[in-house]
């Protein structure tokens, strides 16, 4: 039970921190001037992306929480987890985003143009395709 009161406390101070330092202004604008000053580097894009960001942060508290190794290596990405789970709860319009292709949907009783339509008759018990076949290169 004691485990999962430091799991929960630690997934809680990641995102905390992560949003903080990701949108919050922070005191006298500390951080949004800070952000500025990053820019286009690296370092100003971590900062933009909070999924990359949580990862990082979640880093201290999996290395002070984890018994050995293995489990500080579950950790780390466990807690970033927990925290973009939280981010997706409290941010729900974040996740709108628009398709990068549409396509609409086709009108009703226009076929597509661009495929072949092919009507199959039956005769003497077999199928026959009734489409004209193919010129060949040579009969033009």
Excluded: K
């Excluded at 005191?27 to 500025?36: C, I």
């Excluded at 597509?112 to 009507?119: F, G, I, V």
């Excluded at 008759?121 to 040579?138: E, L, M, Y």
């Amino acid at each position: 039970m004691e485990n999962l009161f430091w799991a929960t406390i630690a997934i809680l101070a990641t995102w905390r921190v992560t949003h903080l330092l990701q949108t919050e202004d922070g005191p006298w604008d500390l951080l949004a001037r800070l952000r500025q000053r990053a820019g286009g580097s690296m370092g100003g894009r971590l900062l933009d992306c909070f999924y990359c960001l949580s990862l990082w942060v979640a880093l201290v508290p999996a290395l002070l929480l984890g018994s050995d190794w293995c489990q500080r290596l579950l950790l780390w990405p466990a807690l970033s987890a927990g925290a973009i789970l939280l981010q997706r709860l409290t941010h729900p319009e974040e996740l709108d985003i628009e398709p990068l292709y549409y396509e609409p949907p086709p009108e009703e009783g226009r076929e597509d143009e661009l495929l072949r339509q092919e009507t199959r008759t039956t005769g003497g018990g077999t199928d026959q395709d009734t489409t004209p076949p193919a010129q060949s290169a040579g009969q033009a």
